[in-house]
């Protein structure tokens, strides 16, 4: 099937004193191309090959990229001062169309990139058909879908700080508040609510580290590359890379290297969607927690009620159905990089239109991931009430509840057997002693620092009366100093390396 450009641009040979092409005449395919096709296309064709329902929201990138290209044109001396001038008037014209909601999306003009080309050119005649002199759709997309997700890209990332550092507001308050950690969700050892937040602080600055990285691979140039093999035309690509702001950190421009690679590969979107999904798998796993933390039994968090709602059969629930439903809709994202990745692997080169098919799931990822980050932001930091000034909602601890359930579960055992290995026993050694001594104490249900001294020392005649001092949660706390551990005193260490970071 030949190319809508080259279709068109044959009508336009036709007759090539024509005068503009209407909107009428540019809306309507099926007469237009009657002379080539013996058969208007289906209603049904028209509606699944057209894009224009979904990719009408790369609007404003695909004016921008069309500017770009228009004004090198011009420097070039491929269009003349007074086109540009038209191609300039006429998008602006586009624009507000668009912006103020009366722009007319004609489902026969396929796609973005046709609808507002053919709106151009009934606007300002010739100079919109000039536009698309060295371009195809083909560079044309891929440079849209590139800009506009690099915009995204850039939302994301400051969402992504600001979860950081609500989360680190919790993790100062909580630094002195200890809760059982858990391997196998069984009692392991005590740690400190702060230090547990701030593991989410480190995952989340992985995230942030990820789309810094994809930005750079999104942001480079295809336009120039054409339909797939480059233009005769002199085209000054770096000159429409530095205007679209595609540039590294140097400033230098930066440009797809090869026509067929640049109109083809959505590896930078299959990227994006990688780190969007393990980003959301990090939500999803706060969000676990929450629920868990929620729930009666545990009883360790509250979080504000505009993130629960009640029950229609049981009066006296709270359902945690914001951490729920990002749980859930970590699945969809995840479902997305399955289906980006899977419509690549199939395609040779170079431009296909399968790849039309990239849209839907990265916007519904970009969409889920943003509202996702701005909704934990809220839940977790809490919101300045506009009014009183006062932080409302946000995460609320139940400290007594963390510490009694960290003093069920015998948390402090290793630390009697590092104890005891500090005493001159071998680690093994002391492993089995504690052993010892913790099934006792389960036989008269109490905990090992409510047995008396005289009872730990027929486990080992070393245990002394400091042991007390080891075996509290607090104890256990402070002696973990390593560069990463739990002890207070190393937690606020991380909270202001973290703070310096983010500033
Ligand atoms: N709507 C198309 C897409 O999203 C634009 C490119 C079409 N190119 C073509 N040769 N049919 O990929």
């Excluded at 809306?27 to 237009?32: H, L, Y």
């Excluded at 989360?167 to 609510?193: C, R, W, Y």
């Excluded at 990285?213 to 999104?218: A, D, G, L, N, Q």
Aim: aromatic share 6%; net charge negative.
């Amino acid at each position: 099937m030949l190319e809508v450009e080259t279709r068109l641009l044959m009508i336009c040979c036709r007759n090539p004193h024509r005068t503009p092409m209407t909107h009428k005449q540019f809306d309507n395919k099926s007469t237009a191309w009657s002379a080539l096709f013996s058969e208007p296309m289906s209603e049904l064709v028209k509606r699944y090959t057209s894009s224009v329902r979904f990719d009408q929201r790369l609007w404003q990138a695909d004016i921008a990229g069309s500017l770009a290209h228009a004004e090198m044109l011009m420097t070039q001396g491929i269009i003349t001062p007074e086109d540009y001038s038209a191609v300039e008037r006429g998008l602006k014209l586009v624009a507000e169309e668009i912006k103020a909601g009366q722009f007319d999306w004609k489902l026969d003009l396929e796609d973005v990139h046709l609808n507002i080309e053919a709106r151009l050119t009934q606007l300002v005649g010739d100079a919109g058909k000039r536009l698309h002199t060295g371009r195809s759709r083909n560079d044309q997309v891929a440079t849209d879908v590139r800009l506009w997700l690099r915009d995204e890209i850039d939302l994301i990332s400051s969402r992504l700080s600001d979860l950081q550092k609500a989360l680190l507001d919790v993790a100062e308050k909580n630094v002195e508040v200890i809760l059982p950690g858990f391997t196998h969700l069984q009692v392991a050892q005590p740690v400190s609510f702060g230090h547990h937040l701030l593991a989410y602080v480190e995952m989340f600055s992985r995230d942030y580290e990820r789309m810094v990285e994809v930005r750079r691979r999104t942001n480079r140039l295809p336009l120039g590359a054409a339909a797939l093999a480059g233009t005769s035309y002199p085209l000054d690509r770096e000159r429409v890379a530095r205007t679209l702001r595609m540039v590294d950190e140097q400033g230098l421009p930066q440009v797809c290297q090869n026509s067929l690679d640049a109109v083809s590969d959505r590896d930078f979107a299959i990227e994006f969607s990688a780190a969007a999904a393990l980003c959301m798998v990090h939500i999803s796993r706060l969000s676990e927690e929450l629920v868990l933390w929620m729930s009666q039994t545990f009883g360790f968090v509250k979080i504000a009620d505009r993130f629960t709602t009640g029950s229609s059969i049981m009066p006296q629930k709270k359902n945690p159905d914001v951490p729920e439903l990002a749980r859930g809709k970590t699945g969809r994202v995840v479902g997305h990089l399955m289906g980006l990745i899977t419509l690549m692997k199939g395609q040779p080169l170079a431009y296909n239109k399968d790849n039309q098919e990239d849209k839907e799931p990265l916007f519904d990822t970009v969409d889920t991931l943003k509202d996702t980050l701005s909704i934990f932001c809220e839940m977790v930091g809490g919101q300045v009430n506009a009014e009183t000034g006062f932080k409302e909602g946000g995460i609320s601890v139940n400290a007594e509840r963390m510490e009694s359930a960290a003093r069920k579960g015998y948390a402090t055992a290793t630390d009697l057997a590092d104890y005891l290995v500090r005493k001159g026993l071998a680690f093994r050694d002391a492993h089995e002693v504690v052993a010892q001594a913790v099934k006792a104490a389960i036989a008269q249900q109490l905990d090992l620092s409510e047995l008396p001294l005289p009872v730990l020392q027929q486990f080992n005649p070393a245990i002394d009366q400091d042991v007390y001092q080891v075996l509290s949660l607090r104890g256990s706390l402070d002696a973990r100093k390593v560069l990463g551990g739990t002890a207070p005193e190393q937690v606020r260490l991380q909270i202001a390396r973290h703070r310096s970071r983010l500033a």
